[in-house]
């Protein structure tokens, strides 16, 4: 099997999200995913546990997106 999708990488900051509880007891997301500037690139895998591998490696500043560009690897401003 195998899984084609893209990694973002944001040049100009974070792009990652902040779970915690508030007074409530209520999960609260709190998103830092500001994308302006940075890289895509189109990875492939051939398996669940290769993917996992990959996330597991992924910075603050990267994402994942499912799909990949018609043109490959872009940079984007």
């Not at 974070?14 to 995913?33: E, P, R, W, Y």
């Not at 546990?49 to 996330?55: D, K, P, Q």
Request: glycine share 6%; with cysteine; proline share 1%.
């Amino acid at each position: 099997m195998k899984i084609e999708f893209t990694s973002i990488l944001n040049t100009e900051g974070s792009l990652n999200k902040t779970f915690c509880l508030d007074n409530n007891g209520q999960v609260k997301k709190i998103s830092n995913a500001f994308l302006s500037k940075g890289t895509a690139q189109v990875y492939q895998v051939n398996s669940l546990s290769e993917f996992y591998y990959v996330l597991e490696k992924l910075a603050s500043n990267q994402a994942i997106i499912i799909g990949v560009p018609n043109v490959g690897n872009i940079q984007y401003s």
